[in-house]
């Protein structure tokens, strides 16, 4: 039995940030992804999820409301051969592009997030977060890892950890970037929180979304890959700006 309740988690907690979950459905059969944004800014909150060919990209709702992209418009899910990769900022194209370029280091997730830290937002520090799933269809199964790099409370230091899983049937893992709200925001604290998850993607998607705080809430995306059947796989999206 997973050791929390997702929709515990998200409902009692009015400002998780950004968050990503992985894990395998309820019946074993979809490994199973989530990643959803939040904002108390206008700049923050100006935004949508939008789906393209091999991945997924936030995009400013309105054009004319956009201050500082820098920290908001980015790819958060993008697809290799067998893997994917979700982030919270421009760090998913450090991890492609290092996979990219050495296919077979089994190392190469961790390695490519050597070379990035935290968000330069300070008081914030907002934590960088990452994960990725990677498929192996000929036997139906996969394996996932997570990171998180945060600061110790100053711009100075950087400190980074990963975790590697491998699933088990409605379980899964959930990372976030605060504790909840405040000023500062206080970063994520401990290992990723596990998590049990429903059978269907439309299941954990619903809840999910119905259980982020209404007024923070922004996008959500998940994206449920069948084990069993290859190259099925299913996404939803849902965006608060419609």
């Not at 990723?192 to 259980?211: G, H, Y």
Request: glycine share 6%; with cysteine.
């Amino acid at each position: 039995m997973a050791k929390y309740d997702l929709k515990k988690l998200l409902s009692d907690n009015p400002y998780p940030g950004r968050g990503i979950i992985i894990g395998a459905s309820a019946d074993g059969k979809n490994a199973v992804i989530a990643y959803f944004i939040m904002g108390r800014s206008v700049n923050s909150r100006n935004r949508v999820f939008e789906t393209f060919d091999g991945g997924m990209r936030t995009k400013a709702f309105d054009e004319s409301k956009v201050v500082d992209p820098s920290l908001i418009i980015y790819n958060p899910y993008l697809a290799l051969p067998g893997i994917d990769i979700i982030t919270n900022g421009d760090q998913t194209n450090t991890i492609y592009d290092f996979i990219k370029a050495r296919p077979e280091d089994t190392c190469a997730f961790s390695k490519a997030l050597a070379a990035r830290e935290f968000e330069p937002d300070a008081p914030n520090y907002t934590p960088r977060i990452s994960g990725i799933a990677r498929y192996d269809m000929e036997n139906k199964k996969f394996d996932y890892s997570l990171s998180i790099l945060k600061s110790n409370g100053t711009p100075d230091v950087c400190n980074r950890f990963t975790f590697d899983y491998t699933p088990v049937a409605g379980v899964g893992h959930f990372i976030h970037t605060y504790k909840g709200d405040g000023s500062p925001l206080p970063s994520f604290e401990g290992e990723p929180e596990e998590v049990a998850l429903p059978e269907t993607a439309k299941e954990f998607a619903d809840l999910i979304w119905e259980n982020l705080n209404p007024d923070n809430k922004v996008s959500l995306f998940v994206r449920a890959v069948d084990l069993t059947t290859p190259n099925k796989s299913c996404e939803f999206i849902y965006n608060k700006n419609k």
